[in-house]
């Protein structure tokens, strides 16, 4: 028997997550400039990060030689005093992606259930495989989250509930209602974690106060990031909120120093500069429309998006995307998560989104005009 026959079937089951193309990669295959190479694929902000925490990573350099504070006591003072919650309530990850991970290796032991929707996050199935538990998938309804369904599939076994709202890859939404009727159903003793990696983006009139119910329900954990509209994707920063018992539970297994000094200073000043998250969301407005309109145009069916991206049907897939890259355009096609017709484009500056549909108007009638 090999090495690898030794390790757990729950392993060997796991789909690596694919990440977007990198541009210096596509450039590297085509032969292209990296200035001629427009990255839609992420979920990226193409305003870049808050000057302020530009200007908080300079100040930060000196020090680089050190260690991290371990507890991450500044950025945590932050965050209690944005979200009024107690810093013992609260846990740093490296991305919002290491506090799902979290949450899986603390709450489910070999064989415990974790269920969450189809066309849902890549990373709950690869987490729950990895803590040795089973991935419990429950059809989507209208490409989003069926609560109804889930709440039928939570059985004994179950340990953890994902949902993610905004949806990613699909950008649907669950009015904040219907999650707290949800969370009323929901057995004390199983963990509910609401993913809102792209809350700052809702509108107004969508908003719901979901810390709030973190006093009514305790078996709540909420995972939010910095990587979205906060722009700081590269440096890996993300935050949960829970009960004390629980996020006690989760710094017990999460690693010393997983969140850099870098990391820690510029989402501290991020979180102060909401006149850049503003301008973020409002530009995504406007690029969400000149996204949609363009498909309407072209006759393309697309998913209706909270997000800072949007899921649109061309067909072929595949084909639409490898043309789309031939010009320097890399979106994201989601056939991994049982949408092998789509392709999510994040929302990038004016031009960006410009030069996608121009990319795209050729990709999807090759040899037009020739």
Sequence with gaps: MGIADQVSASIRAISPYQP?????????????????????????????????????????????????????????????????????????????NDVLDLIARTFLNPGDEAVFSEHGFAVYPISTLAAGGKPVQ??????????????????????????????????????????????????????????EAYTEYLPDEDRYDSIAWLARFPNLIISRTFSKAYGLAGLRVGFGLGSAELIDLLNRVRQPFNVSSLALAAAAAALKDQAFVARSADINRRGMAQLIGAFGQLGLEWIPSWGNFVTV?????????????????????????????????????????ARFIEALQVALHPGAGQ
């Design 20 to 96: 977007g193309k990198p541009m210096a990669e596509l450039a590297r295959e085509m032969g292209l400039q990296m200035g001629a190479i427009v990255k839609l694929a992420s979920n990226e902000n193409p305003l870049g990060m808050s000057p302020m925490a530009r200007e908080a990573i300079a100040r930060e350099l000196a020090d680089l030689p050190r260690y991290p504070d371990g507890n991450g006591f500044e950025l945590k003072a932050a965050l209690s005093a944005r979200f009024q919650v107690t810093p013992e309530r609260i846990v740093l990850g490296n991305g919002s």
């Design 138 to 195: 429950v059809p989507a309804r209208d490409y989003g989250h069926d609560l109804d369904a889930m709440a039928a599939a939570i059985t004994a076994r179950t340990r953890v509930v994902f949902i993610a709202n905004p949806n990613n890859p699909t950008g649907t939404f669950v009015p904040g209602a219907q999650l707290e009727a949800f969370l009323a159903r929901v057995p004390a003793n199983v963990v509910v974690v609401l993913d």
């Design 313 to 353: 049907r061309v067909g072929d897939a595949a084909g639409v995307n490898r043309r789309l890259l031939e010009q320097g355009v890399i979106v994201r096609p989601i056939g991994a998560y049982g949408l092998p017709e789509w392709l999510r484009v994040s929302v990038g500056l004016p031009e960006e989104n």
